[in-house]
């Protein structure tokens, strides 16, 4: 088992139905191929944490990298894991561009710095902390 850490950016303006859409379709698919983990979109930046069997994590990571709605996917971390971290969530989400909209379950009010900070990029096991103390806040 391993996680997987990106930061990339869409290529386009997403709606909140779009980022909905994006949501339901990835809790659904992950489920069905064990995979956990949390989603954060802001300013049209997204980072997310991926964690299950490398051979999924590994697939969908290439689906995301070909995803129309994606460009410049760069990896931060890419590790082996003994125990989940996220395994109450088939995918955890905070569209952080809205903090006083209406929350679907799954959503925090909890970061207000960018995606893609260079601190997250220079370090990256800090953007890895960040998905733990969001999940953590969730509870």
Not at 71 to 91: D, H, I, S, T
Not at 106 to 124: M, Q, T, V, Y
């Amino acid at each position: 088992m391993i996680y997987l850490v990106y930061v990339s950016s869409a290529t386009g303006q997403l709606t909140t139905a779009d980022l909905d859409d994006i949501l339901a379709a990835s809790r659904r698919n992950n489920a069905k191929i064990g995979i956990t983990g949390m989603l954060l979109y802001k300013g049209g930046n997204f980072m997310q944490v991926l964690e299950g069997p490398e051979e999924s994590v590994l697939a969908l990571q290439n689906k995301i990298e070909g995803d129309p709605r994606h460009r410049g996917l760069l990896v931060l971390r890419k590790a082996p894991l003994k125990e989940r971290q996220f395994n109450e969530w088939a995918m955890g989400y905070q569209n952080l561009d809205e903090p006083g909209s209406p929350r679907p379950d799954g959503f925090s009010n909890f970061l207000h710095d960018s995606l893609l900070a260079p601190e997250f990029i220079k370090n990256p096991s800090v953007a890895h902390k960040l998905l733990l103390s969001f999940r953590d806040s969730m509870r």
